[in-house]
């Protein structure tokens, strides 16, 4: 998630990893567990888009990294979007705030992260199904987006699951952590990681 003010200054959330399963999101991992030199590439790569278009307001990023660690832009999103919603709860400015800065001629202060974290997607019936569990679950900070009916595939809301800075699990840590949301992430590994920016 990229953000530019009209003034030119542009502010960069630490990029983080989005796993989907069935072509939605369903995870998001703040900051990426990837190498850090591709992490800063893709700093450098959206703020150069942002630059370009001359953004004013937020930007999600997609990309990809190839095999040999070349970043391709898959999607840019110009507005808040899911796999910045791990900002509401382990940034003091969520990139929402960020967005009505830029966009009302504030100051950016910088994205800075005070917490690692791992944003869930509350995806259809089957998730909500769990939702007693979730708001039972000690660490879990659930986001509803009042929607009447949980259809199969319809984001009804996500958790957010904070973490000590510099502390993100590895991937056995991340069942352990989703508690009663694993069921998803507990089977074989997704087919696709991106990560954004």
């Known amino acids: 998630m990229v953000v530019r003010s009209a003034d030119g200054t ?22 990426a567990p990837i190498d850090p030199n591709i992490a800063a590439q893709a700093v450098k790569l959206a703020t150069t888009i942002a630059e370009k278009l001359e953004l004013v307001g937020i930007l999600g990023v997609e990309m ?12 840019m999103a110009p507005r808040p979007h899911n796999s910045g919603h791990w900002t509401m709860n382990a940034c003091p400015q969520d990139q929402f705030d960020m967005h009505i800065r830029a966009v009302a001629g ?29 708001m039972a679950t000690q660490g ?15 984001k009804m809301g996500h958790v957010n699951i904070l973490f000590p800075y510099g502390a993100l699990p590895g991937n056995l ?3 352990d952590a989703l508690g009663p949301l694993a069921t998803k992430t507990a089977a074989p590994e997704p087919k696709e990681d991106t990560a954004a920016s």
């Not at 100051?107 to 089957?126: F, T, W």
């Open 10 to 31: 542009v502010r960069c959330f630490d990029p983080a990893l989005n796993r989907h399963w069935n072509g939605i999101l369903d995870l998001t991992l703040a900051p």
């Open 64 to 75: 990809f990294v190839d095999r040999t660690g070349n970043l391709l832009v898959n999607e």
């Open 106 to 134: 504030l100051p950016l202060p910088h994205a800075v992260r005070h917490s690692d974290a791992i944003m869930k997607n509350l995806v259809g019936p089957e998730d909500m199904a769990l939702l007693p569990q979730i």
């Open 140 to 154: 879990f900070i659930p986001h509803l987006y009042g929607k009447k009916e949980a259809h199969v595939g319809r």
């Open 173 to 175: 840590g991340i069942q």
